[in-house]
């Protein structure tokens, strides 16, 4: 039999080579990027300038119909769910990490107005294992906007908090809501009525499968200093002397965890209960006779920054919905140019040794 061997092509010649580089450069130089990237990428290197670049020249242009189908999500990278390996610094667990300050509007029950729409500021967290990289963030977000339709209540919280958990396969988790909350109240004589609006945020933290509810105020208040009170009043008496006492606009974060098996705290519950402790709360609609009646008011309630952590907390105490508290009072000086400050808290919860630095400074009411 006789074998017939292919044909053999023979290698190209170095001039040949050089001849098919020109014609690709010129080529080349005639292209959009989108046709060079078509080709092959790495052409963009063959032009000058280009030979230093590490990147090849890629399509600028937008295509509004592409689709990723399965298929093309599968390769899609996910370096924060990305195996230990990844991990950098020191390989340990981390006991909150997730998102803060994601809006939308949210449906309140409240004890007097039926449901409310507030907007709402939310954070949401779960504890991290030593041996994991990261979470997905975005889940939390889509497991909360899954009940952001609902009326809150600390139950639907529960389920937001068990969706998300389960998504990101997490021992522990949080979630904290934040809002401003509007209540009708009367003014001191005139019978007028106004809005004062307060700073509220609902918490639920899971740790080690045990779960607790949380609420926490600002409330903001006036204060007549006490001394400057009695020294006014001195001046008054011995010299004739027009003297007023100095008084001032004060803020009291008051943070109380909701007792298990209570029945329900509300928001209007927790305002009262500050209101009866430090009744000189700022007002919302004044005429002549409301400001007479509230200089009447402060006169007759004067307190120190301490006097009102122990008036706020005599109350909490006496009412059986409310577990652990803290108290974090700040009384903004019109006589100093510093604050005066008290902090008071009942039970573990609470209590800590060192302080956010920034803490009192959160405390300045914005009107």
């Not at 119909?65 to 399965?70: H, L, M, Q």
């Not at 002397?241 to 509300?266: D, F, I, K, Y």
Request: net charge negative; aromatic share 8%.
């Amino acid at each position: 039999m006789n074998h017939i061997p292919s044909k053999v092509l023979a290698a190209p010649e170095l001039d040949d080579a050089k001849a098919a580089l020109e014609t690709l450069r010129d080529w080349a130089r005639g292209a959009t990027p989108e046709e060079v990237a078509a080709l092959d990428p790495a052409i963009s290197r063959l032009l000058p300038g280009g030979e230093v670049s590490n990147y090849p020249a890629l399509s600028r242009t937008y295509d509004p119909d592409f689709e990723a189908d399965a298929d093309y999500k599968a390769t899609l990278p996910d370096l924060q769910n990305g195996p230990a390996s990844l991990i950098q610094g020191e390989r340990q667990d981390i006991q909150h990490v997730g998102i803060s300050n994601f809006r939308l509007p949210l449906r309140y029950r409240t004890r007097d107005n039926g449901d409310l729409q507030l907007e709402t500021s939310v954070t949401g967290t779960v504890s991290l294992e030593a041996e994991k990289k990261g979470i997905n963030m975005s889940r939390i977000m889509r497991s909360f906007y899954a009940h952001a339709e609902k009326t809150f209540s600390f139950e639907v919280i529960e389920a937001a908090l068990d969706d998300y958990k389960t998504d990101l396969e997490s021992l522990d988790a949080r979630i904290e809501m934040s809002f401003s909350f509007p209540m009708k109240v009367k003014s001191l004589r005139s019978g007028l009525e106004g809005y004062q609006y307060y700073n509220i945020a609902l918490e639920l933290v899971e740790t080690k499968g045990v779960r607790r509810h949380f609420m926490h105020l600002d409330y903001v208040y006036s204060s007549t200093c006490p001394c400057s009170l009695e020294l006014s009043e001195h001046a008054r008496q011995t010299r004739g002397q027009l003297a007023t006492p100095h008084s001032q606009r004060s803020v009291a974060r008051v943070s109380v965890e909701v007792a298990p098996g209570q029945c329900c705290l509300w928001f209007e519950d927790l305002i009262e209960l500050c209101r009866a402790a430090v009744p000189t709360e700022t007002q919302v609609m004044v005429k002549r006779e409301d400001e007479q009646a509230f200089a009447e008011l402060n006169a007759a309630n004067p307190i120190f920054v301490e006097d009102a952590a122990r008036l706020f907390t005599e109350q909490l105490k006496a009412d059986d919905r409310i577990g652990d508290f803290r108290v974090v009072a700040s009384h903004q000086e019109s006589l100093h140019s510093h604050d005066a400050v008290s902090i008071l808290t009942e039970g573990e919860t609470f209590r800590a040794q060192s302080l956010d630095p920034r803490l009192f400074s959160t405390l300045i009411h914005q009107g």
